[in-house]
């Protein structure tokens, strides 16, 4: 069975099922989007198929394939996966048929037809898998440009009202990032037709380059930018509150669950392998811009009036503590970054998803503008509740166990840097636990409050204060909550996360072994403590 | 007794073979009747540029030579960048020859004699008859260009430039509408031309003096042994200024944006495509035969124009609002870009530029000239509508105009899987091997300034509200949709699986001597 070409049929697939998409006729949508789910769904299953066919204890890197693409250039159409890659692969797998159900009917908003939304989304979903498996530095550059085209559309076709700003200020970042990259990436071409007498792009004969130490840190540099923008680490991060809040849910779902771990993922699979020198030099400066960014993006987080713009703060935090693992170059750090990738996803992407269902109940993405929602949609507000949770790292969620798992292994070698981080968590506790509760419990108020038609209105319609149990019915009898809780369909799009944030919180194990090797021989190419070259 | 020349006839058939076409085209303007005359001229023009591409495919595969004593090089560079003058040639002509687009059924003014505003001039606005000297024209400019590319004397290379500038004058001066507009562009192009024509004339005249010779192979060896001083610095300078107006680099650009709005578009399209092909070609040879091995050398100078050309064209692009013009500072910018490659010359003449920067021709005229096609489409009641909020809610209104238009703009900016990166990375590669890096970095900052206005076309077409009293997008004909098919199918293929042209850019790109 792993004879199967698993990740060319993964790119294939949502690649030729966004043109069938496109092609449909107008008018065509419902049609649209049940291509759209079957096809994510099928994405979904070769994901795990794919794991299956991992051998856990193989080479470090498995399906492989190799095309022959632009001789000239010495690259190749080179796709493969270790642990890491494909951990990222089925968050993928799992997030892409979520977020085409949750936009079921949001994608009918928009100013264009609901089809180009989903013929994008598979478009994307095709070159986010391309970014992830591809072996070959000059593809993986391709993909990590290309990949912002969708999200461009997405954006901009069927965001928010500031999209176009967001729109074009997400592009731009991105290229100026991409273009200083690429500068990098045919500096390290330059470089190895030097040292190996023909250019090459393929990841394993790049690792094995003796690069010069100057040299390095000016590459190291080019690279380690473009994923600082990609992964906002603070001093490159003011894109992604504005992109993550006027980005369609779904597209903010994938946003920040899955396009901004290509960052924190080429951290791992280029910087640290290929430039090891250059990452021990740089790495205290990194873990200084990580724990800022803890820090600084959690006092903003508290700080934000509007749901999404906090979730987005939220993320930037959290990036940092993935940055503080992958350079403190220790084993059970590196690991924990990795985990704390696929878990800030499912747990990041439905705490995303529960606000856009809150949103679209309201149509204001305020905070100000609800209250008291608990009462009425208890299930919405469960959902809620295990987002936030996993979100703040509660034990017994799968951020736990990552984020435990990064702070004990930055200890012994970076205990300063670490316990600065530690304040992140207290911060994380309060800024969800505000919104939860200022959303979800007290007084019923905001804009889901309507008339109740049967009453004559109070000279005073909105109650002042009132104790956290009081609902809607007791202070306002005259006003009710018109809150429907959640549809089948929104459960059946929140179910899976939830009972994956649970599983994951309670038995990582399987994960973990499927990272841990390919952590292990990424840290052996640093030559660190912690790893063996394989 | 004078000895005719030895010519070879076989290597001079690309070039025979279009001013052939374009001879028997004037004689088809004096004697064929009016009526058959559109169809005559447009059949007789793709014959010869597609017969052009022919010949040049068909004499591919022949040992190099140089002929016409010494006069002309038929070599790999020669032959690549006459198949694509012809091949853009042919598509070019295809833009001349839309009839569906405009109601008075073509883009040419009936009569260009006539003063702009006067009553005449307003009767013949809306006469269905067709202008057909344009066809000969172009078909002069393009074997002018042709002979250009492989021209190994300084002599004929002027000729050659001659041939091909003065066609292009009177083709700027040919819109249909807007009339003053297209006068005026023509007569800026036809007077700043001769000024660089005339730097050129005296640069020539130096090296000449310098030298003794006006074959670049002689000029090569003279300059190798090290004499020439000032006089020969001095010369070269002069001709590569007369070059660098011809392909529209900053500071010799004053014309483009001008030139671009004024004329035509289809001839705006054949400029940008053609000329800079040409151009390119040209000051690829002076530099590399003549002076590729001169102990001083051009690069400080080409180093510095590369820059400038760059940075003048992402900045001043980003000002625009018409959107001719923003082409036409996109024109510039790439210009700068295609230096970059030339820069990627190696001490020992080796190195990937100049394979780098005749595939970064091909992926931009295609991308180009789809970008000026797609412009024709889009119109008011006053001919095209240019102006960037008439494009706001294009992709609502038309979305295939509007995909087709954001493909080439996409491209324009560089974004990969589309041809414009891959030849970026062409060039830049070349550059960065002959440790060229920080005109690397400077190019990829103004890609990004560039980028931004790309985008901003693409925001106004996709996430702007339509204006309530738009253009209308025409229905192409088919010499357009052609057109259109082919550039956006080339610059796909040219981003996903450019492979095979490229080793053919690299097998092609050795001079002879």
């Known amino acids: 069975m792993s004879d199967f070409p698993f990740l060319i049929a993964m790119i294939a697939v949502p690649a030729v099922g966004a043109a069938v998409v496109a092609a449909l006729p107008r008018g065509r949508d419902l049609l649209a989007k049940q291509v759209a789910l079957g096809v994510s769904l099928v994405v979904l299953l070769l994901a795990v198929l ?63 037809p609901a089809r180009v939304f989903f013929a994008w989304l598979l478009l994307l979903e095709a070159m986010m898998v391309g970014v992830f498996a591809a072996t070959d530095v000059l593809l993986f550059y391709v993909f990590f440009e290309a990949m912002l085209v969708p999200m461009y559309f997405l954006i901009g076709s069927f965001g928010g009202p500031r999209r176009q700003y967001a729109a074009v200020k997400f592009f731009v970042y991105s290229l100026v990032g991409g273009l200083v990259m690429l500068a990098s990436v045919i500096g390290l071409y330059v470089v190895s037709t030097s040292q190996l007498g023909e250019g090459t792009f393929a990841f394993d004969a790049l690792r094995q380059l003796d690069i010069d130490p100057d040299v390095q840190k000016l590459l190291f540099l080019g690279f380690f930018i473009a994923f600082a923008i990609k992964a906002p680490l603070v001093p490159f991060h003011t894109w992604l509150p504005d992109s993550g809040a006027e980005a369609p849910i779904g597209g903010s779902v994938l946003l920040v669950g899955v396009l901004d771990k290509v960052g924190t993922f080429g951290f791992l699979r ?106 009425k949609a208890p299930l919405l507000a469960g959902a809620f509740l295990v987002a936030g949770l996993a979100s703040l790292a509660l034990p017994g969620t799968n951020s736990f166990v990552s984020e ?71 202070t306002a009898p005259h006003r009710t909550l018109r809150v429907l809780d959640l549809s089948r ?13 649970i599983a994951l919180g309670v038995y990582p194990q399987p994960l973990i072994d499927l990272i841990e090797p390919a952590v292990v021989a990424t840290l052996g190419d640093l030559g660190a403590p912690g790893g063996t070259d394989r | 007794m004078i000895e005719a020349p030895d010519l070879s006839w076989a290597a001079l058939a690309p070039m025979l073979v279009v001013f052939g076409a374009a ?94 505003g006067s009553p005449r001039d307003r009767e013949l606005t809306t006469v269905p008859r067709v202008q057909t000297e344009v066809y000969p024209l172009a078909l002069f400019a393009i074997g002018g260009m042709m002979l250009f590319v492989s021209a190994n004397d300084l002599l004929v290379m002027f000729v050659a430039l001659e041939v091909l500038s003065l066609p292009l004058y009177l ?82 650009h004053s014309w483009t944006p001008d030139v671009y709005q004024g004329a035509p578009t289809p001839v705006t399209a054949f400029m940008a495509a053609c000329t800079k092909v040409a151009a390119f070609g040209a000051i690829l040879r002076l530099l590399y035969v003549a002076f590729g091995t001169a102990e001083w050398t051009w690069r400080p100078l080409v180093y510095a124009v590369a820059i400038a050309s760059m940075v003048v064209g992402a900045v001043l692009g980003l000002t625009q609002t018409d959107l001719k013009r923003m082409l036409a500072y996109s024109s510039v910018a790439h210009a700068g870009f295609l230096l970059t490659g030339v820069i990627g010359l190696g001490a020992d003449g080796g190195g990937s530029g100049l394979s780098a920067t005749m595939f970064y021709l091909l992926t931009y ?52 899987l589309t041809a414009g990166f891959t030849g970026k990375f062409a060039v830049f590669r070349a550059a960065i091997e002959q440790g060229a890096w920080p005109l690397v970095v400077v190019a990829l900052l103004a890609s990004a300034v560039a980028a931004f206005f790309y985008l901003r076309v693409i925001v106004l077409m996709y996430f702007s509200e339509p204006a309530a009293d738009g253009p209308t997008v025409g229905v192409p004909g088919l010499p357009t949709t052609v057109v259109l098919a082919v550039t956006a199918t080339a610059t796909v293929a040219l981003g996903i699986l450019p492979g095979a042209v490229l080793d053919l850019a690299r097998q092609a790109a050795i001079f002879v001597g």
């Open chain 2, 23 to 116: 001879c028997v085209g004037v004689l088809v303007e004096a004697f064929a009747p009016r009526e058959s005359r559109h169809p005559v001229q447009v059949g007789l023009a793709l014959v010869g540029t597609v017969g052009g591409l022919v010949a040049t495919l068909l004499i591919a595969g022949e040992p190099d030579e140089v002929t016409a004593v010494g006069a002309l090089a038929v070599d790999g560079p020669a032959l690549f960048l006459q198949a694509m003058i012809a091949g853009f040639g042919a598509l070019s002509v295809l833009l001349f020859a839309e009839r569906a687009l405009d109601p008075a059924r073509s883009a040419f003014v009936v009569s260009a004699a006539v003063p702009a």
């Open chain 1, 270 to 375: 280029y910087c640290l392998p290929l430039f090891p020198d250059a990452s021990r030099s740089f790495a205290p400066f990194v873990l200084v811009l990580a724990v800022v960014g803890i820090l600084y993006a959690a006092l903003l987080a508290m700080g934000q009036s509007d749901m999404k713009r906090l979730v987005s703060y939220t993320s930037i935090s959290h990036f940092g503590f993935i940055a503080l693992g992958i350079f403190a170059f220790t084993t059970e750090a590196a690991t924990g970054a990795v985990l704390y990738m696929v878990n800030h996803g499912l747990a990041t992407g439905l705490l995303f998803l529960v606000v856009g269902m809150l949103i679209s109940r309201g149509g204001s993405r305020q905070i100000r503008d609800y209250g008291g929602v608990a009462a």
């Open chain 1, 489 to 501: 369909r929104e459960l059946a799009v929140v179910a899976p996360l939830v009972v994956l944030i």
């Open chain 1, 404 to 474: 435990f798992l990064v702070l004990i292994g930055a200890f012994p070698e970076r205990p300063v840097f670490t316990v600065l981080a530690t304040i992140g968590i207290i911060l994380a506790a309060l800024y969800v636990l505000l919104m939860y509760q200022r959303t979800m419990h007290g007084p019923a108020r905001g804009v889901l409050l309507q008339e109740d038609p049967a009453e004559p209105l109070p000279a005073d319609p909105l109650p002042s204060g009132g104790g956290a149990t009081a609902t809607a019915a007791r």
């Open chain 2, 171 to 252: 083709l700027s001066g040919m819109a249909r509408r807007r009339r003053l507009l297209s006068q005026e562009a023509a007569v800026k192009y036809f007077l700043l031309g001769a000024f660089a024509s005339a730097f050129f004339l005296y640069g020539l005249a130096l090296v000449y003096g310098a030298t003794g010779s006006v074959l670049l192979r002689d000029i090569r060896e003279a300059t190798t042994a090290g004499s020439g001083g000032v006089l020969l610095v001095l010369g070269l300078a002069l001709l590569v200024v007369g070059l660098l107006f011809k392909a529209s680099v900053a500071p010799f």
């Open chain 1, 50 to 112: 794919t794991t299956l066919a991992f051998d856990v204890d193989g080479e470090r890197f498995q399906l492989t394939t190799a095309v022959s693409w632009i001789p000239d250039f010495g690259s190749e159409f080179a796709l493969g996966v270790d642990g890491i890659a494909l951990v990222m692969l089925l968050l993928i797998g799992v997030l892409v048929p979520l977020v085409v159900a949750a936009s079921w009917h949001e994608a009918d908003a928009g100013s264009r």
């Open chain 2, 365 to 416: 005229g295609f991308t180009t000239l789809g970008a000026f096609a797609v412009l024709t489409l889009v119109r008011d009641g006053d001919g095209e509508a240019s102006h960037l909020s008439q494009w706001a809610g294009l992709g609502a209104r038309s979305p295939v105009t509007a995909a087709v238009m954001s493909l080439f703009l996409l491209a324009l900016a560089g974004i990969p």
